[in-house]
């Protein structure tokens, strides 16, 4: 399925999302507050997690195409040594951000790399890593940011983007669905909607309107920001509207594809 945003764009919210991450954290009264949305978390262990994963990534984009995690991944995971005053952690992260954003653009949007996902709907590139890594930012914003008590919306551009990523690269597999066959609708009041349709062959999804006659076995509908946060299990489904077998979408949740 093509990328709905340029691998410049990518790039742009991936700096802006990692911007509005530091300014959570060079604000926050105490590093140790917890996070609600992420148990067992203190802001500081979201910190770690987060400017570890651009580093993580880093290394994997920039060790180019590979059977499993590379060893430079690793590496980088185990020297992460990670400061705790303030000002010296805002600007690890910042470094952060800055390895992954340099390490896309020397691999450029077609650039191999291993990824953990399955190469069914989203390729094994660079620019795959960037479109999910603009979602890791904004959702980990989004946790930062409830942690102080404010959290805000998704930005649309974002949002709109990380339904279909979410869709194509965390769920598409070619493991055998487990139940009845289902067919789940997952709408924006924005306008664009997809449809995830799981049975014996995997999981895939596909941009709505379909064909007329093919009625899905349940729907949901938010805003784009709000069926990220659900997708990411930030919010439940009474938060939104949903139609048909909601016990599908628990059944979603569940579902453990390399289990």
């Known amino acids: 399925m093509q990328n709905t945003l340029e691998f410049t764009d990518l790039l742009r919210l991936i700096d802006e999302r990692s911007s509005a991450f530091r300014a959570v954290v060079a604000s926050a009264p105490d590093l140790d507050v917890q996070v609600p949305s992420c148990p067992d978390w203190t802001l500081a262990d979201l910190v770690q997690h987060l400017g570890g994963g651009d580093r993580f990534w880093a290394a994997i984009v920039g060790a ?100 279909e990523e979410f869709l194509t690269t965390c769920v598409a597999t070619v493991s055998p669905w487990p139940h009845e066959p289902a067919a789940l609708d997952f709408r924006t009041t924005e306008g664009p909607a997809w449809r995830l349709t799981l049975d014996g062959s995997g999981a895939r999804a596909a941009r709505l309107p379909l064909p007329a006659g093919t009625a899905a076995e349940a729907g949901v509908l938010g805003t784009a920001s709000e069926l990220i946060l659900f997708l990411y299990n930030r919010i439940t489904a009474d938060s939104l509207r949903v139609d048909g077998d909601a016990v599908l979408f628990d059944r979603l949740r569940d579902w453990d594809p390399q289990a």
């Not at 060893?71 to 000002?87: F, I, K, M």
Request: aromatic content about 4%; proline content about 9%.
């Open 64 to 163: 180019g195409p590979a059977d499993g995690p590379p060893a430079e991944a690793a590496a980088a995971r185990a020297a992460l040594v990670v400061p705790r005053e303030r000002e010296a952690l805002v600007a690890w992260l910042e470094e952060s951000t800055r390895q992954l954003l340099d390490a896309l653009r020397k691999a450029g949007p077609d650039g191999g790399c291993w990824a953990w996902w399955e190469e069914l709907q989203s390729p094994l590139t660079a620019g795959t890593v960037a479109r999910h890594r603009v979602q890791e930012s904004a959702v980990h914003t989004h946790d930062a940011q409830l942690a102080l008590g404010g959290p805000k919306p998704l930005p649309d551009v974002v949002a709109l983007d990380g339904v």
